[in-house]
């Protein structure tokens, strides 16, 4: 039951659409990462298995390689007592004849005995045989997902950290950038229009009182001059300014 229940772990991991899963999951670091464990864990069971059904065959093997043997070893004997049986027979010493007879008859039986097991233990043998073939298959195959698994996990890190960097790159350009009214340089600027245009208004304002106290000036000197005239006129002088000649 354990065997079977490898066997089929390996089938339907070799089976397992390793691009679909990734697709589907909502993390593909943590799917990749526990698919890897999975066929590391699982690559493992399925080499111990073969292992011991690998031993198993071989012990089969060996039997059968000793049935058939032995076998063989019995047909000799039965070969060299009937022969021998023969011989005697010719010399016309029947009683030794038939011993001999007798003798090939049951080195004959054990022949057929040996023979029986060896054929007995063949269907085993293929049986075993083509077990351990399809978990060989299997687990070449689960090893070679492992390396697609593995490649995509390398691929898809490579992705993350580009990608990480790209976004860093990006970052400090955007914040280096004259055109981005958000970007840190963008904001000093403002901040410098801004006091530019403070130090100007500032600067037309005192422009502004400048102008007002030199008109308060001039007002000044128009009002002293009528003054002057009114004096002149109160004596009996001109009031308007002798032309200069």
Do not use: Y
Not at 48 to 60: C, D, H, P, Q, V
Not at 123 to 142: C, F, H, R, W, Y
Not at 210 to 236: C, H, I, M, P, S
């Amino acid at each position: 039951m354990a065997k079977q229940s490898i066997f089929g772990r390996i089938s339907t991991l070799v089976k397992a659409n390793i691009n679909a899963l990734i697709d589907q999951a909502e993390d593909p670091q943590k799917m990749l990462d526990q698919l890897v464990r999975d066929f590391t864990n699982n690559i493992a069971d399925a080499e111990s298995a073969i292992a011991e059904t690998i031993g198993n065959l071989r012990l089969l093997e060996r039997d059968h390689a000793e049935d058939v043997k032995a076998a063989a070893e019995w047909g000799n004997k039965a070969i060299a007592a009937s022969r021998k049986a023969d011989e005697l027979r010719a010399t016309g010493n029947t009683t030794d004849a038939d011993k001999f007879d007798n003798l090939a008859k049951i080195a004959l039986q054990r022949q057929i005995g040996e023979e029986k097991e060896a054929a007995a233990i063949a269907p085993s043998i293929a049986a075993q045989t083509e077990v351990v073939d399809k978990l060989k298959d299997g687990l070449n195959g689960m090893k070679q997902k492992l390396e697609q698994l593995k490649t995509k996990r390398s691929e898809l890190l490579a992705r993350a950290k580009t990608a990480e960097a790209q976004n860093k790159v990006h970052d400090a350009v955007k914040s280096i950038d004259v055109l981005d009214p958000t970007s840190d340089l963008g904001r000093f600027e403002d901040k410098v229009r801004r006091q530019e245009a403070l130090a100007a208004g500032k600067a037309e304002i005192a422009a502004s009182s400048l102008d007002a106290q030199f008109n308060e000036l001039e007002d000044v000197g128009e009002l002293t001059e009528v003054e002057a005239r009114l004096a002149a006129l109160k004596t009996g002088g001109t009031s308007a300014p002798a032309l200069e000649q």
